[in-house]
Antibody
């Protein structure tokens, strides 16, 4: 059974660093892209970026380039999302999702339950 | 920058047909995907490649695309279909995809 298990909720202060995780099981981790998706309170979904664990090829959406770092640990089947200096505007739910290629494109076929990050002084 | 535009809200009575649109300049050449997000839950796929339904998705969900507009249709909407619906696609350059702004479907 495919599972994406995300780390627990975090409460941080502005300027602090943070790394959240997404542990993958039930499939070959190195053969599927993993996405991170942000959802601010009461707002829509935003694709932050993708990483291919097989070779750590990473792509960022323009709005998130330079703002976060996506990485993986292949030995642990874990994907990470890291901030070096949090802002209040980073307060959001963060989802990881597996990207499965289809005949004509790709779908996010499995999702984690989300990690709620609250940044407040 | 590329955008996918959805109406903020759609409201229907139970049993009626709900149609949610998604407009984007690259949709004539790129597939649309639709995700459903119920309150407090992670999103889930309901339609892929414009009109294909994943296993387990009720037949009342269908998709179509014509020109710059993709449409998610729920025929005979039920109360349990109340959710936010997001379209997803890519721009004509094949860059990273993006989600539309989302449509809140109310069934009551």
């Amino acid at each position: 059974e495919v599972q994406l298990v995300q780390s627990g909720a975090e409460v941080k202060k502005p300027g602090e660093s943070l790394k959240i995780s997404c542990e993958n099981s039930g499939y070959t981790f190195t053969t599927y892209w993993i996405a991170w998706v942000r959802q601010r309170p009461g707002k829509g979904l935003e694709l932050m970026g993708l990483i291919f664990p097989g070779d750590s090829d990473t792509r960022y959406s323009p709005s998130f380039q330079g703002q976060v770092t996506i990485s993986v640990d292949k030995s642990l089947n874990i994907a990470y999302l890291r901030w070096s200096s949090l802002k209040a505007s980073d307060t959001a739910m963060y989802y990881c999702a597996r990207l499965k290629e289809t005949a004509g494109g790709a779908v996010f076929d499995f999702w984690g339950r989300g990690t709620l990050v609250t940044v407040s002084s | 920058s590329y955008e996918l535009t959805q109406p903020p809200s759609v409201s229907v009575s139970p049993g009626q047909t709900a149609r949610i649109t998604c407009s984007g300049d690259a949709l004539p050449k790129k597939y649309a995907y639709w995700y459903q997000q119920k309150s407090g839950q992670a999103p889930g796929l309901v339609i892929y490649e414009d009109n294909k339904r994943p296993s387990g998705i009720p037949e009342r969900f269908s998709g179509s695309s014509s020109g710059t507009m993709a449409t998610l249709t729920i025929s005979g909407a039920q109360v349990e279909d109340e959710a936010d619906y997001y379209c997803y696609s890519t721009d004509s350059s094949g860059n990273l995809g993006l989600f539309g702004g989302g449509t809140k479907l109310t069934v009551l």
